[in-house]
């Protein structure tokens, strides 16, 4: 089943579906791997572009993590009004359950102004964890 998780910021809509992709091990412990969609749709009037990113991935087991970066899955799209954005990625854990939040950091073409786009806290959890 996949939950779908949406939040809107200054007309820019954002929307997360996860998936659950399996467990391995490596460096002698056992991982679990999450996927997830992200649609970026501008319900705006104006164009706008993704610049960057900053994620806080939550793992039960394991100290927060904090990632910045350029763009995603190495784009800076541009979005006009009406259209989307959608990329997939993913994360692994240590634990069957976990989180991510963050944002991107927009600039709206027409009025030159940076704006940040909040990403709303999508879960992770395996399949087999009882809730």
């Known amino acids: 089943m996949k939950a779908m998780t949406t939040q809107i910021t200054k007309g ?4 997360v579906s996860t998936s659950f992709e399996g467990t ?5 412990k056992t991982h679990y791997a999450f996927g997830y969609t992200i649609t970026i749709e501008n319900q705006s009037k104006d164009s706008v ?9 939550y793992d039960s087991l394991n100290e927060l993590e904090v990632l910045d ?4 899955i190495g784009k800076k799209p541009v979005i006009l009004p009406g259209e989307s954005h959608t990329y997939s990625s993913g994360c692994l854990l240590t634990s069957t359950i976990g989180a991510m939040k963050g944002h991107y950091n927009m600039v709206n073409f027409t009025t030159n102004e940076k704006f940040r786009v909040y990403i709303p806290t999508f879960k992770f959890s395996t399949p087999f964890t009882l809730n």
């Not at 391995?24 to 002698?28: A, D, G, S």
């Open 12 to 15: 820019i809509k954002i929307s």
């Open 24 to 28: 391995f091990f490596k460096n002698y």
């Open 49 to 57: 572009q993704l610049t960057s990113r900053h994620w806080k991935i």
């Open 69 to 72: 970066g350029e763009g995603v």
